[in-house]
């Protein structure tokens, strides 16, 4: 029962890893160095992003404004731009048509404020415009609302199995289920650098942010892209890790 919680969490793999070769120690080493740097990249954001707040945006325009004129620029007028509570909380909703600001970005008057709400808008722009990441994003959320939800209890059934003298087939289904999340993660890095890309084209064009300032605001988005793409790459890394395990049982 031991080696099955063992088989099951990843957290618990060290031994089990160790037991069953190198590729399983090696997966286990690649996910903690991909949590140090996820940790690293997740404390740099922060620190620019208070930084940055700091830093008045010309004219004195808020987040809410700043977003409101990339809309109305892009011809995208069937967005409502919205506040909502909290931190870090700010999203586009295509099923209600709303780019929503959180606290810190809505009244703002900072360049962070400003590439967080122009990031936002370029979700919108590209729902308006068809961008096919970010469809195809959309289509991949019910089926991994679905696949992460039961890929635990079909691994652990997968592995009750093979204890048990079975084969791998219910395990690798599990494999398969959790890939899904990672390819989730995978198809979600086009649509964040995108979304960025377009903020900082239109800050650009459209001489909102010049020199220096737009730099800030480059720097900004940039931190906030990295942090998808290091779980991006912990979501490929647990895959690998599972895909390890399985294929050292299966010897
Ligand atoms: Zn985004």
New binding site residues.
């Given amino acids: 029962m031991l080696d099955l919680l063992q088989l099951a969490d990843p957290y618990y793999g060290y031994s089990s890893g160790i037991a069953t070769g190198i590729s399983s120690t090696g997966s286990i080493i690649l996910m903690a160095v991909i949590a140090i740097v996820g940790y690293i990249v997740q404390a740099r954001l922060q620190s620019v992003f208070a930084k940055y707040s700091q830093v008045p945006f010309p004219g004195g325009m808020t987040g809410a404004e700043v977003a409101a004129k990339m809309l109305r620029d892009n011809n995208v007028h069937n967005v409502k731009i919205t506040h909502v509570s909290g931190q870090l909380t700010d999203h586009f909703n295509p099923a209600n048509m709303t780019v929503n600001l959180s606290d810190s970005v809505y009244s703002s008057r900072s360049i962070a404020a400003a590439a967080v709400a122009c ?2 808008c370029g ?1 919108a722009i590209q729902h308006a415009r068809g961008y096919a990441p970010l469809v195809m994003r959309s289509a991949l959320v019910p089926v991994v609302n679905f696949s992460s939800k039961i890929a635990t209890w079909v691994i652990i059934g997968g592995i009750a199995l093979m204890a048990t003298g079975g084969g791998t087939t219910i395990c690798w289904i599990g494999i398969g289920l959790i890939a899904m999340s990672a390819l989730f993660s995978i198809v979600t890095l086009p ?2 650098y995108n ?1 960025s890309e377009r903020a900082l084209e239109w800050l650009e064009s459209s001489r909102t942010l010049q020199g220096v300032q737009l730099s800030y605001a480059r720097e900004s988005l940039r931190w906030a892209a990295r942090t998808y793409l290091v779980a991006a790459l912990s979501a490929i890394a647990t895959v690998l890790y599972y895909v390890s395990l399985i294929s050292r049982r299966n010897d």
């Fill in positions: 990031h936002e979700h649509v964040e979304a």
